[in-house]
């Protein structure tokens, strides 16, 4: 349990980082370039990421799930990272010629060679990637340290080279050229520790393995990615850029959560292979007692500061947002507990089969609502249709959650109606500091801490929630042990 503990809190550092960077480019980018410029940009990261997700073929949760199981025989683990890396290479290959013919059908809609340079040269690179292997091996310290000398760098490039609205290319030379120095540091290290051999692949069993957990990939991305491809198709360039932030903000909130699900993943694996259910159980109560801890006062807390939110890390044209990011806080929520049913619950037990059942009927609620919505609504109609396809999935993922792992604990209600009751407060306190300060900053650098103490005392003091007790004596020990 003590790595688990670590590489929590080296997860927690990397998802932070996540949070805090963007609150200093978002505001900075937001008011360099246009909504217009903002979505060309969304639209070719979201273009080009689908055949990104096209070239994956399952292999990210089947690697990351295989090398966990395997770590501890080197010649096994070493022969599977050698089949799957080999076959993403050749799945990569066959997405950027499909990326190319897109593209000719698509040129319209992009009309800038500079964004396709930096597309292009993203999936040549992409074909070696194996984060997967490091998140097996629950190398945690190496990827938050690698993850954070490439955002620093990155947010730096922001600043010395994104200087005016027709600088849109350059802010997506920074994102492409940020995840390719990932990619090449990984590949790096990968072929230092791991003895690499394309011969004698069974390309087959391994394309035959992958199956369930490459329709995983393509149906999820439907929403994650071409949430944003829809939406331009169906409006214009501006409602993508509104649409864009305000999923970004939601989507950098959450990674707090999500983060930590990869963080409990490999562990649980393992303990399922060990037939460990006990400790299975006890791992996964501490995961969902985590996420909705956390979870609901984040979907709260962005719903009650959603405008002093927008107008300080957007600025004032992005005003029309307010109502995208009110919807999708409640996406949040969904989200999180979404991945934690289908990741710890189904995917660690091998019932990938029912997940792609719950995506296909997700993905399908998703396109048959975007198109209507999105075409009357604009941005906040993809705000619609994406919250009601996450609805949909969470529904039927929680059926197959109790009928085939119905050992496993998926819920608690303890905690849920401890987090709702301690985060109430917030609608208050959020509504007498908008009407008493006014101005967006004062109003959003006071609600964020007062709402957390008042939550944290709550849940601490009032309630004696375990997590919070739990934490507390940690830093308690920890503090003693330093004095």
């Known amino acids: 349990m003590l790595s688990i503990k670590k590489n929590l809190a080296y997860n927690f550092l990397l998802s932070l980082s996540q949070v805090l960077l963007p609150l200093v480019s978002i505001p900075y980018i937001s008011r360099i370039l246009t909504p217009e410029g903002i979505g060309k940009v969304s639209f070719i990261d979201s273009f080009t990421y689908y055949f990104v997700s096209i070239a994956e073929f399952g292999i990210v949760v089947y690697?990351?799930?295989?090398?966990?199981?395997?770590?501890?025989?080197?010649?096994?683990?070493?022969?599977?990272?050698?089949?799957?890396?080999?076959?993403?290479?050749?799945?990569?290959?066959?997405?950027?010629?499909?990326?190319?013919?897109?593209?000719?059908?698509?040129?319209?809609?992009?009309?800038?060679?500079?964004?396709?340079?930096?597309?292009?040269?993203?999936?040549?690179?992409?074909?070696?990637?194996?984060e997967w292997y490091f998140l097996g091996m629950e190398r945690f310290r190496y990827i938050m340290l690698r993850s954070l000398i490439t955002r620093l760098l990155g947010l730096a490039s922001l600043f010395l080279l994104v200087r005016a609205p027709e600088d849109y290319f350059l802010y997506y030379a920074i994102i492409?050229?940020?995840?390719?120095?990932?990619?090449?540091?990984?590949?790096?290290?990968?072929?230092?520790?791991?003895?690499?051999?394309?011969?004698?692949?069974?390309?087959?069993?391994?394309?035959?393995?992958?199956?369930?957990?490459?329709?995983?990939?393509?149906?999820?991305?439907?929403?994650?990615?071409?949430?944003?491809?829809?939406?331009?198709?169906?409006?214009?360039?501006?409602?993508?850029?509104?649409?864009?932030?305000?999923?970004?903000?939601?989507?950098?909130?959450?990674?707090?959560?999500?983060?930590?699900?990869?963080?409990?993943?490999?562990?649980?694996?393992?303990?399922?292979?060990a037939e460990a259910y006990e400790e299975v159980k006890a791992l996964v109560r501490r995961n969902i007692q985590l996420l909705l801890f956390f979870g609901i006062p984040m979907t709260l807390g962005i719903f009650v500061v959603a405008e002093p939110l927008v107008l300080v890390v957007l600025g004032p044209q992005f005003l029309p947002a307010v109502p995208n990011l009110q919807l999708l806080a409640f996406y949040l929520l969904l989200r999180v507990y979404n991945l934690f049913l289908s990741k710890q619950a189904l995917i660690a037990h091998g019932q990938e089969k029912a997940y792609v059942k719950s995506l296909l009927?997700?993905?399908?609620?998703?396109?048959?609502?975007?198109?209507?919505?999105?075409?009357?609504?604009?941005?906040?109609?993809?705000?619609?249709?994406?919250?009601?396809?996450?609805?949909?999935?969470?529904?039927?993922?929680?059926?197959?959650?109790?009928?085939?792992?119905?050992?496993?604990?998926?819920?608690?209600?303890?905690?849920?109606?401890?987090?709702?009751?301690?985060?109430?407060?917030?609608?208050?306190?959020?509504?007498?500091?908008?009407?008493?300060?006014?101005?967006?900053?004062?109003?959003?650098?006071?609600?964020?801490?007062?709402?957390?103490?008042?939550?944290?005392?709550?849940?601490?003091?009032?309630?004696?929630n375990e997590l919070a007790m739990n934490a507390r004596t940690t830093f308690t020990d920890y503090f003693l042990r330093r004095s």
């Open 63 to 130: 690697g990351m799930r295989e090398v966990a199981r395997l770590r501890d025989d080197p010649p096994a683990r070493d022969r599977a990272v050698s089949g799957l890396l080999s076959l993403h290479v050749l799945t990569s290959a066959i997405s950027i010629c499909l990326y190319s013919i897109a593209v000719f059908f698509l040129w319209q809609k992009i009309q800038d060679i500079r964004l396709l340079f930096f597309s292009f040269s993203f999936l040549l690179v992409n074909a070696f990637a194996c």
């Open 176 to 273: 492409t050229g940020s995840a390719i120095v990932n990619g090449l540091w990984n590949s790096f290290y990968l072929f230092r520790e791991v003895r690499i051999s394309f011969r004698n692949i069974p390309w087959r069993r391994y394309a035959f393995q992958t199956r369930y957990t490459y329709a995983i990939s393509l149906l999820a991305d439907v929403t994650l990615i071409l949430d944003v491809v829809f939406l331009r198709l169906l409006s214009l360039p501006a409602a993508v850029g509104l649409y864009a932030f305000s999923m970004k903000i939601v989507r950098t909130s959450s990674s707090l959560l999500t983060d930590s699900l990869l963080v409990f993943f490999p562990r649980v694996v393992a303990l399922v292979r």
């Open 361 to 464: 009927l997700g993905a399908g609620i998703f396109v048959a609502a975007t198109i209507p919505l999105s075409w009357r609504y604009a941005d906040l109609g993809a705000c619609m249709a994406i919250l009601l396809s996450e609805l949909a999935t969470l529904l039927l993922n929680l059926y197959y959650c109790r009928r085939l792992v119905s050992y496993l604990p998926v819920w608690d209600n303890k905690s849920f109606l401890q987090a709702l009751a301690a985060s109430l407060p917030f609608v208050l306190l959020a509504a007498g500091l908008n009407h008493w300060l006014q101005a967006p900053l004062p109003v959003l650098l006071t609600a964020i801490p007062l709402c957390a103490a008042v939550y944290i005392l709550i849940q601490g003091w009032g309630f004696r």
